[in-house]
């Protein structure tokens, strides 16, 4: 059973314009939510997380919105970059001792200049 | 900053052989994972573990063993490695403070099983 859901599997967005990658879960016990991103050839990194006290984190260019409710959340990558093109992994996890991260399989992102 | 390294970087085997994946991180990080990665698959937890000599089966830990003889070493053991275990592997460990876990990855490990 998938616990972590992304949408869409691989978007192209031209430069400038906004891409939206979106993420769902089943477990309510979830309440940490890391993105991680990926480059060619490199290993994951932390983008930007959140937690469900809060409905939207932002950090630059890049905001996640967060639907507790829908068991729903997107990341928002605005004026994206030709250097933003990577994979973006949604990941949820539960806090309080089992901190075992369950990750989604992914949204491939290519942005064109 | 987290320091996690793998090696080797690249192992070809044979199927049928036996396969140690190494991990070191030195950041005194409790928590350590293993992944695999695959194309439409994402990152898939094989064994994790919290701590020195504790080990826990991830969701796919079939066909694989774990050893944490250390705080900074997690090892991944193929001990009869198949074709199907082809696959880039990733260990991970991760800084809990605050409730929330950062996960710092290596490099990966390309493993070839003919």
């Known amino acids: 059973q998938q616990q972590v859901r992304q949408s869409p599997q691989s978007l192209t967005v031209w430069e400038g314009e906004t891409a939206i990658l979106n993420c769902s879960y089943e477990?309510?016990?979830?309440?940490?939510f890391p993105w991680y991103w990926q480059f060619p050839r490199e290993s994951p990194a932390l983008l930007i997380a959140?937690?469900?006290?809060?409905n939207k984190k932002e950090d630059g260019r890049f905001t996640i919105f967060f639907n507790k409710r829908e068991k729903k959340l997107s990341l928002h990558i605005t004026d994206s970059q030709p250097g933003d093109s990577a994979t973006y992994f949604c990941?949820?996890?539960?806090?309080?001792?089992?901190?075992?991260?369950?990750f989604g399989k992914g949204t491939s992102l290519v942005v064109h200049p | 900053e987290a320091a996690v390294t793998q090696s080797p970087r690249n192992k070809v085997a044979v199927t049928g052989g036996k396969v140690t994946l190494s991990c070191n991180q030195t950041n005194n990080h409790n928590n350590m994972y293993w992944y695999r990665q695959d194309t439409g698959h994402g990152l898939r937890l094989i064994h994790y573990s919290y701590g020195a000599g504790s080990t826990e089966k991830g969701d796919i830990p079939d066909g694989y063993k774990a050893s944490r003889p250390s705080q900074e070493n997690f090892s991944l053991i193929l001990e009869l490695a198949t074709p199907s275990q082809t696959s880039v592997y990733f260990c991970?460990?991760?800084?809990?403070?605050?409730?929330?876990?950062?996960?710092?990855f290596g490099s990966g490990t390309r493993l070839t099983v003919l």
């Open positions: 991970a460990s991760g800084d809990a403070g605050g409730r929330a876990e950062t996960l710092y």
């Open positions: 990941a949820a996890q539960t806090s309080g001792g089992n901190y075992k991260p369950t």
């Open positions: 959140i937690r469900p006290v809060s």
């Open positions: 477990d309510s016990t979830f309440d940490y």
